[in-house]
């Protein structure tokens, strides 16, 4: 990151603290924030994990006392956008310099020999920002690219966890040039736009910047003039591989998983990328899930419902379970089995919620007839739809 682009984030507001914040107060803000985007809390989530490194990168400015000093002075020379120099014949009683001017480009009249700007007198600040000579410039690690993949499991597998094999195509160093993208014999040289960083940047209006992969280079730092002829010149291959992964308890349906580091390998260095697998349940053939529990619909008997009864129901796991079913129990009832449902994160198990369904029969031979009439007539119960016929 430049010079320019330091000063321009106001990282005390990152980090929710004032200007004039003790560093006590920084550090216990950044350590709540730290622990709220953590990745590791927030799997799969991109914009936490944006704003983790966006919290990290700010403490690191402001949670250490001489480059928080720096900053400081920085940006109350340069922070509003420009720099104004006093005198001169212009009305308002100075000249306006795009801050891009100050840090990036050449000095009076644009001459090469005028040295890179206030970059290279401010190059020490932030770790050093500024420009650098071609000569002593050298390409910069490269993160490898994240995968996409997707796996297919049981019902059961997702309940309890289970770990499947994937095979994965992707991109690593060229196995020909190891990574440099140039012929045998030959080396790459830094990309002269960017000077390295694989990165460009314009100013617009000299407030608004935008940043984006080199033209040049697309993006690696590096130029050949002599292409390998295995990768013309991109200096990655394709390769396959087979991985174990572990698919945790509990997963969901198209529920995506990020495996940090187990994506494509890096250039020159860099970290590997990230693996990303969408896991798709195959449902099951009685058992559904809500949430961390289990369902599955029982059909009981009409005299069961009537009279109560203890039935057996089944579980996941093959082992039947006895349930005691109360006299009365109307069609719909809800009955809980506790620790028979999916696994959670801490290892104890949710419920298996059972839903009672009172079946009727269709058919009655002459002698259930008469007994069911019999017991009608015995019942005496009131006009069950008497509050129906009620005054509106």
């Not at 960083?197 to 209006?205: E, L």
């Not at 998983?257 to 053939?285: F, N």
Request: charged share 25%; proline share 4%.
């Amino acid at each position: 990151m430049s010079t320019k682009d330091w000063i321009e984030k106001d990282f005390y507001k990152v980090l929710g603290v004032s200007k004039t914040a003790e560093q006590d107060e920084i550090k216990k803000s950044y350590r709540k924030l730290a622990r709220k985007y953590h990745p590791d809390s927030n799997q799969g989530d991109a914009g936490a994990e944006a704003k983790f490194k966006e919290v990290s990168e700010a403490y690191d400015v402001v949670g250490d006392t001489k480059k928080r000093k720096e900053y400081d002075e920085a940006r109350r020379l340069f922070g509003s956008g420009g720099f104004r120099m006093p005198g001169g014949g212009q009305q308002g009683g100075g000249f306006n310099f795009d801050v891009g001017d100050l840090f990036n480009r050449g000095g009076s009249g644009g001459a090469a020999g005028a040295g890179g700007g206030l970059g290279d007198i401010l190059g020490g600040m932030f770790g050093g920002g500024g420009r650098s000579s071609t000569s002593t410039t050298t390409a910069r690690p490269r993160r490898g690219q994240d995968i996409e993949t997707e796996a297919t499991i049981e019902f059961a597998e997702a309940v309890n966890g289970v770990t499947v094999a994937l095979r994965m195509t992707s991109d690593e160093p060229c196995k020909t040039c190891r990574g440099t993208g140039a012929k045998y014999g030959t080396v790459p040289k830094v990309c002269l736009k960017c000077e390295g960083t694989g990165m460009q940047t314009s100013v617009q209006g000299g407030v608004f910047a935008m940043t984006e992969p080199c033209t040049e280079c697309k993006g690696r730092g590096l130029v050949v003039d002599q292409p390998c002829e295995t990768c013309h010149g991109s200096g990655r291959g394709q390769s396959s591989r087979t991985m174990q992964v572990r698919i945790p308890a509990g997963v969901q349906d198209n529920q995506r998983i990020r495996l940090k580091g187990k994506g494509a390998a890096g250039e020159r260095g860099g970290p590997s990328g990230d693996l990303y697998v969408t896991v798709h349940v195959t449902p099951h053939r009685i058992f559904g899930r809500q949430g961390e529990h289990l369902t599955l619909s029982v059909p009981v008997s009409f005299t069961e419902a009537a009279l109560g009864a203890e039935i057996k129901v089944p579980t996941l796991d093959g082992l039947p379970v006895t349930v005691r079913i109360p006299a009365g129990t109307a069609n719909g009832s809800k009955l809980r089995v506790r620790g028979k449902g999916s696994v959670r994160r801490d290892g104890t198990k949710g419920d298996m919620l059972l839903t009672l369904e009172v079946q009727v029969p269709h058919e009655l031979t002459d002698e259930q007839r008469t007994k069911l009439q019999e017991f009608s007539s015995a019942s005496d119960q009131p006009d069950l739809r008497a509050g129906l016929f009620g005054s509106a």
